[in-house]
């Protein structure tokens, strides 16, 4: 159980291509907070915007819980995006590079799964999708004292 | 001075820090919204007077009690922002108005933190005390979601303003620019999300025609984030302009955002890249066998 009960975690509605532009907005800001590095920041605003639009499209809206993981060694991000919609019914499948049940690039969920240092999905036919993902921020170690 | 010490169902030893940052913010109330008066976001709202700032100062921070109070430290829909929600809401249209964005709405809301948490922590006799820390961090979660508030109040209540902003952007920035004969350029800036990916290739097609480009730069360093919609939007504006007989490059492509597209597995290999702009173009202008040479000056180095 990492998280902190002292960050507040925030949950955003994906409902439209601006719920979108707000997500990545968020994450973008609260990942900073935590400091993440610029590349740490953009690789995870890019799979909250690869996930949050699998909402949207596959999953028909949903929401996003954002929580900062800040009791462990390093501080995290934690990133649900939640939706009620058809499910994966062929996970494997979905989440092959290049595999697309529309007109994507189908890198979407692989390509997520990439960008984060922990990914996993919850999905059940008919009932919903939830796609958890966590960032930590690299830590620079300290400086070992010479021998 | 020491903070009252009271029995209470949850801890037996000390209040609860939520209640003590409740009873703090109500103690202090005056103090906070002096020091507030003087943050830039009150600063430069109230500037007819500075009494007008301490007020507004004094009505979030009784709110921020009522809310502490309530134990609802990380809750955006606590009752007790009702009473301010309205006025949180015109400060941050305000803002707006002068050409602050979200973000520097965020952070000028997260800068009113700091005088408050000072203010707290000299309650303590030992600031570092455990008891102490315990409350600048529920303050901390506060102010959390006072800023979610604040920001939230910009996404509601400018739900026109946003779809009318939108439609704007759609036509003003996507200028298609003629850069030499033969040569354009279209400068992003912002999301690129379908309707607007839409609306640059159509007008970066209409430029190709109207100035018979042969030569089209995209130059996305204004774009924050390039997820594999992006990229497929601009694989395909890439491959419409060939088919105009124009050579598309792509400019503007950051360390940060080309190692994450690499990971993502997006291939641009068939897309020609140039680190910038001037790049871009100085390619553009060779391949028309335009040469860029310093003049010859006789004062040498001088600048
Ligand atoms: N939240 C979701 N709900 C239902 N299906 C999904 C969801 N997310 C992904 N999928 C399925 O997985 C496939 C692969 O997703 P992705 O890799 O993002 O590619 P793309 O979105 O480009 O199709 C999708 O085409 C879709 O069929
Ligand atoms: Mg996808």
Known sequence: MRASRHAAPASLPIGSDADLAWVRQQVRQAAAELGFGLVQQTKLVTAASELARNTLVHGGGGHVEITPLDSGPAPGLRLAFVDAGPGIRDLDRAMTDGYTSGGGLGLGLSGAKRLVQEFEVDTRPGEGTTVTVTAWATVVPPARPGP | MQVSVSVSEENAEQEPPAQQVSAFLERRREQVAQRWADAALFRTVFTVSRDEAVEAGRSVAAALAAVAAAGRLD?????????????????????????????????????????????????????????????????????????????????????????????????????????????????LIGTLDSARSQTVMESLLDAIVAERARYAILDITGVPTVDSLVAQHLMKTVAAARLMGAECIVSGIRPAIAQTIVQLGIDLGTVLTRASLADALAYALSRQGVEIAPLRTDSAGVR
């Open chain 2, 75 to 187: 809750d955006i829909r606590a009752p007790g922002f009702e009473a301010v929600r309205d006025q949180l809401g015109r400060m941050a249209a305000s803002r707006g108005r002068m050409g602050i964005d979200t973000d520097g709405l965020a952070d000028e809301v997260a800068a009113l933190r700091e005088p408050v948490t000072d203010l707290l922590r000299a309650e303590f006799p030992d600031p570092n005390a455990p008891e102490a820390q315990e409350c600048v961090l529920a303050l901390t979660v506060l102010m959390g979601t006072l800023r979610l508030v604040v920001l939230e109040t910009t996404v509601s209540a400018g739900e026109e303003v946003i779809a009318r902003q939108r439609e704007q952007l759609h036509e003003v920035a996507t200028p298609v620019i003629k850069l030499w004969e033969s040569t354009v350029a279209v400068p």
